[in-house]
């Protein structure tokens, strides 16, 4: 009879399952949906600022490589643009004692002797045509007779005293320099003053 008893009990119990009515278990149900919810949500917003700081991120990487790329073309444009302006340049520090030797052999020649006069106006005019070509390709002369030192673009083969002249003037020019496109090609070899 024990037994019958504790069996009712047992099946009693087993159709409540716990104590407390339906609406408890209802709220109870409701309530853990809704921090489940909640907890999706925050895993939801976790992964979403993840997924925004991995988007940020290759933003900036996206950006830093454009802007390396755009570093990129011009240093490659500037390297082009030199090369096109400074192609000259060994080819024309080669030609320079050519108008060097032509300025000497003019100054050589004695201008009153009748025989001398033509051979001086063929040096001339082919010294003026090689000056035109020079200028056509951007090759400037540098003749600072009078200008003050510039060890930039001259080089001096010695110092004199000289009163008259501020110190650091250039008081001669023993062979002109030249630039091609502003670069110098050959500094100008000059004498300088100096106080004394």
Not at 81 to 97: C, G, R, S
Not at 98 to 111: C, F, G, K, P, Y
């Amino acid at each position: 009879m024990q037994d019958e008893v504790s069996g009712e009990e047992e099946s009693t119990l087993e159709s409540n399952d716990l104590p407390g009515d339906e609406a408890e278990v209802d709220e109870a149900e409701k309530l853990n949906e809704e921090i489940v919810a909640e907890l999706l949500a925050d895993d939801e917003l976790s992964g979403t600022e993840e997924l925004e700081e991995q988007v940020s991120k290759a933003n900036d990487q996206v950006l830093r490589v454009q802007a390396e790329m755009q570093n990129v073309r011009r240093r490659a444009e500037r390297d082009v643009e030199n090369a096109h302006k400074y192609a000259l340049e060994k080819f024309t520090a080669d030609l320079l004692p050519v108008v060097d030797n032509l300025e000497r052999a003019i100054s050589t020649i004695d201008a009153s002797d009748e025989g001398q006069k033509a051979v001086a106006t063929g040096l001339e005019l082919t010294l003026k045509t090689f000056v035109d070509v020079l200028d056509r390709f951007k090759i400037e002369a540098v003749d600072p007779a009078g200008q003050p030192f510039d060890a930039d673009l001259h080089q001096a083969v010695s110092m004199v005293p000289n009163p008259d002249l501020e110190p650091n003037t250039v008081m001669d020019v023993f062979q002109k320099g030249y630039t091609l496109n502003g670069r110098l090609v050959r500094p100008a070899m000059v004498v300088v003053s100096k106080a004394g």
